[in-house]
Structure formats: structure tokens, C-alpha cells
């Protein structure tokens, strides 16, 4: 199973992007699940989270105007992202706790990074 991120791309100051990540391979329940992003020159950074249970927890900088969500039912996880700003520009990440079964009918629980989207804001 693999996480593969998409929906990056450039996008004006005030404008709105969802990006997605998808898990391949057979059908998947996402449990707790992150997404993170990394600026030029800086370190990685959490920016929003979700539990299991459906909580969710947002970094200040982004705080009401972006949105963590999942579909099961489309093995898909999303982050919208409202009133883009420049400093938003970074390398995004996805990372969830994903459980499966093989086709033996075996329970598996694994840990897995999406590889990076990119998306740029300006004007």
C-alpha cells in the first residue's frame, strides 16, 4: 500500500487548493492522520492532524482556513486550503496511520508517508 499525494499547482493570494492523498494497492482504513509541510530553507512542520476518533488539531498559522478530512470509501484523505497566503507555499506531506487486510485475511497496521506535493502562492 502507498500514499500518493496530488493536487499541487500554483495559486493566487485569497484563492483555495484541496490537495488529496490516495492510498493504492487495495482498500484501506485511514486511523489517525497528519499532514505536514516543508518551506524552502526550513524545517518540516506539522500543520494539521486528525485522531481516529475524528478529532482534529491545526497549527495556529493555518487555524480556520484549512480543513483535514478522510473517505474511507475512496481510500483518500484531504487538506482544503482557503485564503492561500504566500508564506502557505511549501512541500506538502501526508502521513497516516493506514490498516488493511492481505489477502490471507490477515490484520496489518502500518505507518506511511505520502511522497511530497509542492504548491506555490503568489501574485
Known amino acids: 500500500v502507498q500514499l500518493q499525494a496530488s493536487g499541487g499547482g500554483t495559486v493566487q493570494p485569497g484563492g483555495s487548493l484541496r490537495l488529496s492523498c490516495a492510498a493504492s494497492?487495495?482498500?484501506?482504513?485511514?486511523?489517525?492522520l497528519d499532514w505536514y509541510r516543508q518551506a524552502p530553507e526550513k524545517q518540516r512542520e506539522l500543520v494539521a492532524a486528525?485522531?481516529?476518533?475524528?478529532?482534529?488539531n491545526y497549527a495556529d498559522s493555518v487555524k480556520g482556513r484549512f480543513t483535514i478530512s478522510r473517505d474511507n470509501a475512496k481510500n483518500t484523505v484531504y487538506l482544503q486550503m482557503n485564503s492561500l497566503k504566500p508564506e502557505d507555499t511549501a512541500v506538502y506531506y501526508c502521513?497516516?496511520?493506514?490498516?488493511?487486510?492481505?489477502?490471507?485475511?490477515?490484520?496489518?497496521?502500518?505507518?506511511?508517508w505520502g511522497q511530497g506535493t509542492e504548491f506555490t502562492v503568489f501574485s
Open positions: 486528525m485522531t481516529s476518533g475524528g478529532s482534529t
Open positions: 502521513n497516516a496511520d493506514i490498516s488493511y487486510y492481505t489477502d490471507d485475511g490477515a490484520p496489518v497496521l502500518l505507518r506511511s
Open positions: 494497492g487495495r482498500p484501506v482504513r485511514f486511523n489517525a
